[in-house]
């Protein structure tokens, strides 16, 4: 039953989602405001699509600041780049270089206002995230950033990227850490389950701390709900 939701479900949401991506750039001729508006409806698709035929549902522990804020989340699946960035009201999030260079869809993410960033953390790469970061504070927009650098099964608990601490000292904004469970519902390359997805929202860390301190504090907030699994 798992493999035949996760059929469906990838008929219609990816099959919905082909000519939703080949149809932004129309949507982006008439400003950035209107793709992100454009770009939330096509993540309510999946955020239905997952409730509706994959019998996955979401749950919010604690309360979502007002922004801008730096975000700094757990990663287990897909699931949460996108219903995070519908939830948060279209913050910045740092993403990977090789996704912005898909045709169609990475020249939109670029118009949407993503901060690209490059595995091989070179100066030029850091100085180029840097001034994406900037352009999205300018804006009053919140940033995201999945510290660990990519996704990782449920239970694991790698050490963060050096990226982190440069975006936290440069933007100078709160850091919310969100611990995320979902690898358990979505596992990578699996077959998807019925369940509940956990975001939970731990208290804003302040700017401006000794870099150690910043990431012990992130680190233990992102993993929060892989303490309370292992208690």
Known sequence: MNWLRTLVFSLVFYGLSVPLVLLAPAAALFGREALRTYSNRWM???????????????RVEGEIPAGPVLFAAKHEAIFEALELTRLLGAPATVMK?????IPVWGWCARRYGVIVV?????????????????????????????????????????????????????LGLPVV??????????????AKRPGVVTFRFGQPIPPGLPRAEAEARVYEGINALNRADQS
């Open 118 to 170: 490059d595995r091989a953390a070179n100066a030029a790469a850091l100085r180029s995230m840097m001034r994406d970061a900037r352009d999205a504070l300018e804006g009053g927009r919140s940033v995201m950033i999945f510290p660990e650098g990519t996704r990782v099964k449920p239970g694991e608990m790698p050490p963060l990227r050096a990226g982190f601490a440069g975006l936290y000292r440069m």
């Open 97 to 101: 270089r090789e996704l912005v260079q």
């Open 44 to 58: 309510g698709v999946m955020r239905w699509s997952a409730r509706w035929i994959l019998g996955i549902e979401t």
């Open 177 to 190: 850490p969100i611990a995320v469970r979902s690898g358990h519902v979505w596992p990578k390359g699996g």
